[in-house]
């Protein structure tokens, strides 16, 4: 199996561009996708694959790729978007999946 | 709709088993693969086990040998057998609707989540 690292907490001004990363070996062979979480809710998917979200995301939420590293940015993060980020994807194996630790995002 | 509804959650001594089940509408679980996933109090995510529309299945070391995937096509629901419980089993037990396909590389995803519900492990 293999890990995905995430920053444990990142912070936005509001209407300001935040970058989530999320780090792991995995990532050189597939893709990740992204999920949103509020205190006492279900995940809910935002981004998956190159750039894609399911209808109903707001076009702010993209997703990008580069080597082991991929990335979630919110442009102009709103206060509704204060929320954990947990990024998942096979693992090297593609047996298994994995989720990373989650990042806390604060919208000041 | 689409809709997921876990039950079967519940309190257990160590030791003892549960059996979670998930109910979906809106879609057929055997032509989807499906997942759970399960989420400590106040911590992560975590992969538990996946059965794909063939029937094969793969667990998380942490529960392998312990806990069973299952589908009952006849009621559209998905299992989750789970013996010889631990403490650390507690969380909020989630189950996922997977999907993916292949653009210049390949992908996966969960796009549709249940509520969850919630095991205890505790004496």
């Known amino acids: 199996s293999s890990e995905l690292t995430q920053d444990p907490a990142v912070s936005v001004a509001l209407g300001q561009t935040v970058r989530i990363t999320c780090q792991g070996d995995?990532?050189?062979?597939?893709?990740a996708s992204w999920y949103q979480q509020k205190p006492g809710q279900a995940p809910v998917l935002v981004i998956y694959?190159?750039?894609n979200a399911p209808s109903g995301i707001p076009d702010r939420f993209s997703g990008s790729s580069s080597g082991d590293t991929v990335s979630l940015t919110i442009t102009g993060a709103q206060a509704e978007d204060e929320a954990d980020y947990y990024c998942?994807?096979?693992?090297?194996?593609?047996?298994?999946?994995?989720f990373g630790g989650g990042t806390k995002l604060t919208v000041l | 709709d689409v809709q997921l509804v876990e039950s079967g959650g519940g309190l257990v001594q160590p030791g003892g088993s549960l059996r979670l089940s998930c109910a979906a509408s809106?879609?057929?679980?055997?032509?989807?693969?499906m997942i759970w996933v399960r989420q400590a109090p106040g911590k992560g995510l975590e992969w538990v086990s996946v059965?794909?529309?063939?029937?094969?299945?793969n667990y998380a070391d942490s529960v392998k040998g312990r806990f069973t995937i299952s589908r009952d096509n006849s009621i559209n629901t998905l299992n989750l057998q789970m013996n010889s419980l631990r403490a650390e089993d507690t969380a909020v037990y989630y189950c996922?609707?997977?999907?993916?396909?292949?653009?210049?590389?390949?992908?996966?995803?969960?796009?549709?989540w249940g509520k969850g519900t919630t095991v205890t492990v505790s004496s």
């Open positions: 996922a609707r997977g999907g993916g396909g292949y653009s210049y590389g390949y992908y996966f995803y969960m796009d549709v």
């Open positions: 809106g879609f057929t679980v055997s032509t989807n693969y």
């Open positions: 995995s990532l050189r062979n597939y893709y």
């Open positions: 059965i794909y529309g063939g029937g094969s299945t």
């Open positions: 694959g190159t750039n």
């Open positions: 998942t994807s096979r693992d090297t194996s593609g047996t298994h999946w994995v």
